[in-house]
């Protein structure tokens, strides 16, 4: 998987999860260290969700890790917390700030997972009606 890849999975992700809501300002960094190499940053503004493949020098925060763990949080199959927790990212800056991360992932996961029920009920009722 290339670095492109990767950012391009995250922002597909992220405009699925619609807005954050976040007010203020928080910049994250994810600095994605072996295959896939390189940095991007996901930045709450007033609101507003930007995702740019570039470094960002006014962070709050700087996540390590493999690209692995980037599309796992991505996807909402790894929470950021977690992953700090038990090793499988390194941060640096105010940790604090993973949990707006966390929370974004968390309201894309139920929102993704809301549409997948609604679509197998929509399926299930088509079958049991026709």
Known sequence: MTYEEVVAIV??????????????????QINIEGEAEGAFYVEFSNGKLNIMPYEYYDRDLVI?????????????????MYAYETGRIWVEG????LNILADFIRRGKMKNDAKVAKDLAKKESKKNNG
Do not use: S, T, W
């Not at 922002?11 to 999860?17: D, I, L, P, S």
């Not at 105010?94 to 700030?97: E, I, K, L, M, T």
């Open 11 to 28: 922002q597909k992700n992220a405009k699925k999860a619609g807005n954050p809501g976040v007010p203020g300002h928080v910049a994250i």
């Open 64 to 80: 390590f890790c493999h690209y692995g763990e980037v599309i796992e949080m991505a996807r909402g199959i790894l929470d950021p």
């Open 94 to 97: 105010n940790v604090g700030r």
